[in-house]
């Protein structure tokens, strides 16, 4: 039960040169012991009540404390275990009742290559992690490794441990590799989102086809093919854009080697139905003031039940998306071709996703409903038009939405998401990565107090419709008036597309002078029902990613949440086991769990609890 000898864990390259800053090895470092962590509790009244731990630590805060422990949750983590580790229990106990399944989270793993060059965290090469719970043992195996992409073939060499970057990336340019010229742009590196479907594991990117992994080994199998060709479906005329979508396709598929349709990472769960829904856009589609989404949707043997394709005359750019029973919805992101900076990321000299940026020339945000199946009626309104919610914002990521009609055939769709503002979210400074240097400067993502509405937060976006479709009224608020900076929000997969009452997601008290908002460090549970918020923070100088619902029962609160703590200021990893029936009292931490120090790894973006047999016997009616 060893990792490979060769662990090493690379620094990062990309450290402030600031005047001032005192060397890494001169910063006091914490003991070892793990305090307890802080709950806080928001009531209907208002009024936050906080338990704190019966321990203080001293523990430096200061500027150059969190310009490093941001460094450090972005550290690459070069060694992959040969077999399962058993976790070693540091607080509490795995609960008799916890299922036995795993949970599967992937993200970034490398930054630095070995020749001068780094990467944006989103460039980074694949690192999928595995989490089993034996739920007979109570035992907790630990695996990792690398998604054996092409472009990760490429550029590591197994023989030597080395690494050399050759493709630029959507969001990086090289240093040590080859600049001028370098079309290796759609780099594939799986690292977005993992998900376990038809008895196939896949991780996910934001530009092509899946790979297959194997479960019990993390052994990369192949690409998986979900997606047909580039053809649209259904078109008699072609207009001006479609002859420039032929004229941009040779250069685009055979030149840059775009794959002809871009799927999405973010995928949905049709609980009810047993379906995994998917969304695909044209490659052509990046440079042109159209957009083109296909939707698949397949059964639990990947089958293909339904696929729809929907042009929209709007440039889009769509990370996360929603369904609910009868609808498909997206929330537009507007973006305009850069020409300036399309012309230097063509050359090399800038990231390729330079030829982008936002556009903000419309006050509202365009929300469209799509209809889901083509033999349902869902009113005669005209889905090319969209819905004007009356508010600017970028949306990020979806929570969950879900559509109640009355008796007179009135629609009342709600969509629980988290939005930002179009004057922050930039596509070239995204975690704070500034391309020329090549280093992390968090104070992109820790706006001033004045500023922080242009965060990251929760939203509820109301739309009421009458009985033909049309826009009665829609409405955007904070989800529960919480405002402080949150994102991933959450809900039991089992209600996905549902009512549902609890929404958890990750957020930050704001109580670190140098980062108030991110990296996050508390879990929130929002009861929609009683605008209630309770929250479970992790402690100082510990910073946490995605919470994951891991259901066990038949209520919407029954079951765990599993979330990674990143104690960063001692460079460890904490897998934490959380009773969300109790997020805001003192014993909702129910156990914690330490990843070997050498097995240490940086911030991961998505995850998934593999579980299936439980969805599929348990989903609603």
């Known amino acids: 039960m060893q990792a490979v000898l060769l662990h090493k864990i690379s620094p990062p390259r990309f450290l402030s040169p600031l005047t001032g800053l005192r060397p890494l090895q001169k910063l006091s470092t914490p003991q ?25 630590q001293a523990e430096i805060d200061d500027s150059t404390a969190a310009f490093w422990d941001y460094q450090f949750l972005f550290v ?137 992994i194997e479960s019990g080994t993390l052994d990369t199998i192949g690409q998986f093919q979900m997606m047909d060709g580039g053809d649209s479906l259904g078109k008699n005329s072609k207009d001006i854009w479609d002859v420039a979508a032929e004229m941009l396709k040779p250069i685009l598929y055979g030149v840059f080697k775009m794959p002809p349709k871009r799927l999405l990472s973010h995928y949905k769960l049709d609980a009810p139905r047993n379906r995994l829904l998917t969304v695909s856009c044209n490659a052509e589609d990046m440079l042109l003031p159209r957009s083109n989404f296909t939707f698949y949707e397949f059964d639990s043997n990947f089958k293909l039940l339904n696929k729809q394709e929907f042009n929209i005359p709007d440039h889009l750019m769509i990370h996360d998306w929603a369904f609910t029973d009868t609808r498909y919805i997206l929330f537009a992101n507007r973006v305009k071709l850069d020409v300036l900076g399309s012309m230097t990321a063509v050359s090399g000299l800038s990231p390729m996703i330079s030829a982008l940026s936002v556009n903000p020339s419309k006050s509202t945000s365009p929300v469209y409903l799509l209809p889901r199946f083509p033999n349902k ?30 008796v007179d055939g009135n629609t009342e769709i709600q969509i629980h998401a988290c939005s930002c503002s179009y004057e922050w979210f930039n596509f ?120 994951i ?53 940086p911030l991961g973006f998505h995850g998934f609890w593999d579980n299936n047999t439980w969805l599929i016997k348990h989903h609603l009616p």
């Open 32 to 56: 070892a012991k793990i305090p307890r962590a802080v709950s806080l509790t928001k009531p209907d009244n208002n009024q936050v009540s906080i338990s704190t731990p019966t321990t203080v």
């Open 76 to 212: 690459s983590q070069r060694s992959e275990t040969t077999a399962p580790i058993t976790l070693h229990l540091v607080d509490g106990a795995i609960p008799s009742d916890f299922p036995s399944g795993t949970y599967y989270l992937t993200g970034p793993g490398l930054f630095t290559d070995d020749h001068g060059s780094t990467v944006h965290p989103l460039d980074g090469h694949g690192y999928l992690r595995a989490f089993e719970f034996d739920g007979v043992t109570g035992e907790v195996k630990y695996m990792a490794k690398y998604v054996k992409t092409d472009a990760q073939v490429e550029e590591h060499d197994p023989q030597t441990d080395t690494w050399r970057f050759t493709h630029r990336g959507p969001f990086s340019v090289l240093k040590g590799g080859k600049k001028f010229g370098n079309t290796k742009v759609m780099k594939n590196v799986a690292n977005t989102s993992v998900l376990k479907w038809g008895g196939k594991l896949l991780c996910l990117w934001e530009g092509g086809d899946p790979y297959e």
């Open 377 to 406: 009626s869902v009113g005669a309104r005209d889905w090319r038009v969209p819905v004007e919610a009356p508010s600017q914002m970028w949306l990020l990521h979806v929570g969950n939405a879900f559509e109640l009609k009355d």
């Open 428 to 547: 070239q400074n995204l975690f704070g990565y500034n391309w020329q240097s090549g280093r992390l400067d968090p104070s992109i993502m820790n706006l001033k107090e004045s500023e922080y509405q242009l965060l990251p937060h929760l939203v509820q976006v109301s739309i009421s419709l009458d009985v033909d479709g049309n826009c009665q009224k829609c409405s955007v608020e904070p989800l529960n008036q919480w405002k402080k900076s949150s994102d991933f929000p959450i809900i039991n997969p089992t209600y996905t597309g549902q009512k549902t009452t609890c929404i958890y997601a990750a957020t930050s008290l704001g109580t670190r002078r140098a980062l108030p908002h991110f990296p996050f460090d508390t879990v929130v549970k929002l009861n929609v029902l009683t605008k209630s918020v309770q929250t479970w923070s992790v402690g100082t100088r510990r910073f946490i990613g995605e919470p």
């Open 549 to 601: 619902f891991v259901p066990k029962g038949v209520e919407e609160d029954d079951g765990y949440l599993l979330v990674i703590e990143y104690a960063v200021s001692i460079q460890r990893c904490y897998l934490i086991i959380l009773n969300p029936k109790k997020i805001g009292e003192a014993d909702a931490l129910v156990a914690r769990l330490e990843v070997p120090r050498h097995l240490n790894f």
